[in-house]
């Protein structure tokens, strides 16, 4: 009798024990509740699934999504002169080439943010230095300038030269091929956005390009449409979508393989 009575309160101290060991302290139970302990699942998002699109054959080429905006064939499908008449840029062996006195040319498009590509030549045959040697330009939304100059072995105004957005910001690097040789620009373009009275900016206009595969311009934020003479300015009227301009300079720069996405 005195063993069973031994035993009975060795299991009743037993139990108590058991018990008292799965209670944890409530700040225990709280971390394990709240917040809820994470999975990997959690951080992983499903949908709705990124859009497939086809790639390029090669790079530099254009993917599925893209816009044709030149392609060696008929400019005037994609492109006018700034009064809307068709242009006199001469289309030649695939090349678009400017014409002296014709005026620029633009897209009959519009357009916001994009991702653009745009293939250009200067002259073979070199001419003039500075400014007056294979001058054209690229014009985004028809009022920030990328600068296109035979800036081969032909200084001129770091801030003016190819690759520059015109006198607000020189490239990183002069990554220039010989006058007569193809080259790329790829451009990165980030529409401004206006504060409410609609008279600066909220956000500026923001520009990356890649002169023939090298990044040269990174992320840069516009001071204002281009000017020839003056300073840009921050305080600009409000616009919205613009075309891609080409512009005539005086020079027979020749373009192809031209191609836009809009982001
Ligand atoms: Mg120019």
């Not at 859009?51 to 030149?70: E, T, W, Y």
């Not at 991702?115 to 250009?120: A, D, P, T």
């Not at 990183?172 to 980030?190: A, C, F, H, M």
Request: proline share 8%.
């Amino acid at each position: 009798m005195k063993h069973l009575l031994i035993v009975c309160l060795a299991l009743a101290i037993g139990n108590l024990c058991l018990a008292q060991g799965q209670q944890k302290p409530p700040a225990q139970q709280q971390k394990e509740e709240y917040p809820a302990r994470m999975t990997p699942q959690m951080t992983e998002i499903m949908d709705p699934e990124v859009k497939v699109i086809q790639p390029p054959a090669q790079v530099g080429m254009p993917p599925s999504d893209a816009i044709i905006l030149f392609d060696g064939r008929d400019v005037n499908k994609e492109w006018e002169d700034a009064m809307g008449n068709p242009t006199k840029w001469i289309v030649k062996n695939g090349e678009l080439v400017c014409v002296k006195g014709s005026g620029v040319i633009q897209t009959k498009r519009k357009f916001n943010d994009f991702q653009l590509h745009v293939e250009w030549k200067t002259p073979s045959e070199v001419i003039g230095d500075g400014q007056g040697r294979g001058n054209s330009g690229v014009y985004l939304q028809g009022l920030y300038e990328v600068q296109v100059l035979d800036s081969y072995n032909n200084r001129t105004y770091r801030n003016g030269q190819a690759g520059s957005i015109y006198k607000q910001y020189a490239p990183l690097v002069n990554v220039s091929r010989k006058p007569g040789e193809w080259q790329t620009y790829d451009i990165i373009y980030t529409a401004p956005r206006f504060s409410s009275d609609s008279t600066v900016y909220f956000t500026p206009p923001r520009v990356t390009v890649l002169h023939n595969g090298v990044l040269i311009q990174n992320n840069v934020s516009l001071r204002g449409p281009t000017l020839y003479i003056g300073m840009p300015e921050y305080s600009v009227k409000k616009h919205g979508p613009g075309p891609i301009v080409l512009q005539d300079h005086g020079n027979p720069v020749a373009y192809r393989n031209i191609w836009i996405r809009e982001l």
